[in-house]
């Protein structure tokens, strides 16, 4: 397949220093067909503040949130403040992810090339669809009705599950988080902790529900829990003839793929199978080997708040008698060209996945990772779902978010959420109709700030009718949420008259 689709023309001019202009001529940008589970069953996704409400009312849910988030929180600083040059580490993490995303399609081509030298077959995929139907065929081509899969956000963006079942192939995950998620027929809500939500009470109970032949006297220790699902999955991975991945990281010198995790889950997932498909988002580039050992830094830190992951398994192509026969590489672009087209929102592509702002977000901890309805919560995905799928059809995620800062201050590649999201909501503002009640009012005190006898008059109006704290009619939704300040008995210009007066 041609990858002249691979660029779209920028929604800005480029930057002065010649970073983000994007790669090539426009062709096909992708679509987001799965970006949230409701978009997966084929509804309108429900907007933030409908589904937070739901999060902040549950206890139990806060709860667990609270702990977890607050655990990881407390072990990331720890570790990271062990580094005297985190900052220059995260300094060069940021440069590293730029430099790709400015020749995003050269490295791509110089990865290809590599891996297909390594034996591996490429697949390139426009969007969703086009990456379902190839890993579909590929698995079929091998004579199996069955996958095991080690987690992969991108094969939950695409909504991989759903559309394999349709070919009557069985997806079984087996990433511990993602199996409680899957067995629960429930969401993901964290990136790194897909059952965050879950405390082990809930998943000693949905365990002896689900999982056949379960020790019935099974406790919520966590170690009879791990042991549950590892015999419940040792008889997949012994089974299974292909195995679907993500990859955390693309090394494009040596076409090598790096999946980072700490159960042994994914090498087990990676080595066994016959065939091995991995699903990559062409973001996730690293131009060499030097370059990766910086994300190895900073990714366990910010993610586990480990100095170091303790599973890190490489591959490139095939070896014989060593690993899967056959090993497929999908490289998805399913909306990111769009994003790399954004002057602004670009620098979302730099995501390493690792939620370390999902952790210090005092909006995630209390309204819970259902409430953003997309693959991805916190403060990424408010910043990446609304560009992945259309500001329009996500409009109220760029307003989860206080813009207190803590996002930008751990993330480990530095992007700038409070900017980004900033500039969303001019998009939406943008967006919009100039006839709502918002619009009319805005224009409306334009209209009277422009003239210093048209505000005068305004104040004095406004001290005979007091609005008691609230704005009468449509405007009345804004200040629900909001303390309007106390009109003063006195307006500025008044004040100052007077006293100059008394000065003179």
């Known amino acids: 397949m041609a990858r002249t689709w691979l660029g779209v023309p920028t929604r800005r001019r480029p930057a002065a220093d010649g970073h983000g202009g994007s790669p090539g001529p426009a062709q096909n940008t992708g679509h987001v067909q799965n970006a949230g ?9 429900e907007p933030f503040p409908a589904a937070a409400k739901r999060g902040v009312a549950d206890s139990q849910l806060r709860r667990n949130l609270r702990k977890a988030t607050t655990t990881i929180r407390d072990k990331r600083a720890r570790v990271v403040g062990e ?9 060069a993490g940021k440069a590293i992810k730029d430099r790709v995303l400015a020749s995003l399609d050269r490295y791509l081509e110089q990865f290809e090339q590599a891996a297909t030298a390594a034996g591996a077959q490429v697949h390139w995929a426009r969007d969703a ?15 199996a009705d069955e996958v095991v899969k080690v987690k992969s956000m991108l094969t939950e963006e695409i909504g991989l599950n759903d559309a394999l079942a349709a070919q009557g192939i069985t997806a079984t995950e087996t990433d511990l988080a993602e199996l409680i998620v899957q067995l629960g027929h429930d969401r993901s809500s964290h990136i790194l902790v897909p059952a965050i939500h879950k405390n082990r009470s809930e998943v000693r109970e949905l365990f002896l529900r689900t999982i056949d032949g379960v020790d019935p006297e099974l406790t919520d220790r966590p170690a009879e829990l791990a042991a549950a699902a590892r015999k419940h999955l040792r008889r997949k991975f012994l089974t299974a003839k292909v195995g679907v991945s993500g990859a955390n990281f693309a090394v494009a010198e040596t076409g090598s793929l790096v999946v980072v995790e700490s159960e042994g889950n994914g090498r087990m997932c990676l080595t066994l199978p016959e065939v091995l498909i991995s699903v990559v988002g062409i ?3 690293v131009p060499t080997w030097a370059d990766l050992e910086v994300f190895l830094q900073l990714l366990p830190r910010s993610s586990t708040g480990e100095r170091m992951n303790p599973y890190t398994t490489v591959w490139s192509g095939v070896h014989p008698q060593d690993g899967p026969r056959e090993v497929h590489i999908v490289l998805v672009d399913n909306g990111r060209t769009k994003v790399l087209a954004d002057e602004v929102g670009r620098q979302a592509l730099r995501c390493i996945r690792c939620s370390a702002c999902l952790n210090v977000c005092p909006v995630y901890e209390r ?6 309805n997309s693959v991805y919560p916190g403060p990424i995905g408010a910043i990446l779902t609304p560009q992945l799928v259309g500001v329009e059809n996500a409009p109220s995620l760029p307003y989860a978010s206080s813009l207190c800062g803590a996002c930008y201050d751990v993330c480990p590649v ?8 900033v500039d969303l909501r001019n ?15 805005m224009q409306a005190m334009a209209w009277i700030f422009g003239d210093e006898r048209r505000l005068a008059a305004a104040q004095r109006g406004t001290r005979l009718a007091p609005l008691a704290g609230r704005l009468p009619g449509p405007l009345s939704a804004w200040t629900s949420s909001r303390d309007l300040p106390p009109i003063p008995p006195e307006p500025f210009r008044a004040w100052w008259a007077r006293e100059r007066g008394r000065s003179r």
């Open 37 to 45: 589970p409701d978009r997966r069953h084929g509804s309108k996704p």
């Open 414 to 421: 530095a992007i700038d959420i409070p900017e980004v999201l």
């Open 367 to 372: 309204a819970g990772g259902h409430a953003y």
């Open 129 to 143: 669809d086009e990456a379902n139907a190839t890993i579909a065929a590929i698995t079929r081509a091998s004579g």
């Open 427 to 441: 998009q939406v503002v943008e967006s919009k109709s100039r006839h709502t009640p918002e619009a009319l009012t």
């Open 283 to 285: 973001e996730k580039l």
């Open 83 to 91: 580094l005297d040059d985190w900052a220059e580490l995260r300094q």
